[in-house]
């Protein structure tokens, strides 16, 4: 269903800015990947599932997330400059609506295991990076964290994926 909406501009077609639903339902159409980002503070464990993740630089090598300013996990992550990046694999939908809740116990040593420095890892996630927060950026409802990637642990598998509001699986073809 495509809609324009004409605005007169002196013959030429114009289409109107969007609201926010329109803008949600367009971005709705890019695929991509899933990713849960955990922090600490004060010994207090936060984590949200995010799909606003991208690469950077690889020299070095850099990330960004982006996470509602409103979050607990965003705050977390502000108040100690790190996050630990999990991108989760197709057999982890799961645990990307646990990490999507807003509240409640999402650490367990069902669902991670912690590092010596204290940072908690999902088990099974087809990549792990530590981060430490380089730059921060705000942008309306969310604060964007540009981070350099500390540590990184990759496995096999396929991704999570995210569509038109919906997790899937890749299909490579």
């Known amino acids: 269903m495509k809609e324009t909406i004409s605005i007169p501009t002196g013959g030429v077609e114009a289409m109107a800015p969007p609201d926010r639903e329109r803008f949600r339902f ?4 890019f695929a991509s990947g899933v990713a849960v980002v955990t922090s600490s503070d004060a010994d207090i464990n936060h984590g949200a599932t995010i799909s606003a993740v991208s690469s950077v630089s690889l020299d070095p090598p850099q990330l960004l997330v982006c996470l509602n300013t409103r ?3 965003c705050k977390a992550i502000t108040e100690t400059g790190y996050f630990v990046l999990h991108i989760l694999s197709a057999e982890q939908e799961a645990l990307a609506f646990h990490f ?3 509240a409640g116990d999402k650490f367990s ?3 991670g295991r912690r590092d010596e420095a204290g940072h908690f890892f999902l088990h099974e996630a087809l990549v792990h990076m530590r981060c430490r927060v380089s ?3 705000t942008g309306g409802t969310h ?3 540009i981070a350099h990637v500390e540590t990184l642990e990759v496995e096999d598998g396929d991704p999570l994926v995210y569509f038109r509001g919906k997790f899937g699986k890749f299909n490579p073809g």
């Open 26 to 29: 367009a971005m709705g159409h």
């Open 135 to 137: 730059e921060t950026l």
């Open 143 to 145: 604060r964007v964290f």
């Open 100 to 102: 999507a809740a807003p």
């Open 71 to 73: 979050s607990a996990t």
């Open 109 to 111: 040593d069902e669902v």
